[in-house]
């Protein structure tokens, strides 16, 4: 299977962010990226946006369901929202969209900063296999994959997908 480029994907979702987000916003939005794909997606849309608020990094590992199964991370990083968050709208990055449990973690963490007025969720990849009923409002690609099969987005320079096969 051939992965797409990302740089047509990010093109592709900043116009869709402009045209089907940014009228449903009376204030200029806020963007928060979930490390560390959703980071390196979000510093690229908001340069693209030429959004006004500061960038917002959040990593969720302290708020996912699976983490006493996992345990830490090895690499966390501190969330960073330079903004308030009560009562803005906020445009949650993530590069690939599958359980929905990320998005899951992340809203839950950003509702401990504040009640934003709105927040609109983007992928670059929709893995259709929704364990919680979370849908993105704009996504760069959907793929349709096998079970074992999974998708990693790596950069941050340049941002390649590669699918990742089990082994053998």
């Known amino acids: ?59 969720i590992s302290f708020y996912r369901d699976d983490f006493q199964g996992k345990g830490l991370h090895p690499q966390v990083k501190p969330s960073n929202l330079p903004f308030n968050v009560e009562g803005q709208h906020i445009i949650l990055v993530d590069d690939v969209i599958m359980s929905g449990r990320t998005v899951r973690a992340a809203l839950n963490e950003l509702f401990d900063y504040g009640r934003p007025d709105m927040v609109s969720l983007v992928a670059l990849v929709d893995l259709p296999r929704r364990e919680l009923p979370i849908q993105p409002d704009v996504i760069g690609i959907t793929m349709d994959l096998q079970p074992q099969q999974r998708i990693k987005l790596t950069g941050p320079d340049p941002l390649t997908l590669t699918l990742i096969e089990p082994s053998p």
């Not at 449903?24 to 849309?45: E, K």
Request: a positive charge; proline letters at 10%.
């Open 1 to 59: 299977m051939t992965m797409p480029d990302v740089a047509p994907l990010l093109d592709s979702m900043a116009r869709a962010i402009e045209s089907r987000l940014a009228p449903r916003f009376p204030q200029a939005p806020a963007m928060v990226g979930i490390h560390t794909g959703g980071a390196w997606l979000a510093r690229q849309l908001h340069r693209q946006l030429g959004l006004q608020q500061p960038l917002g990094l959040m990593d």
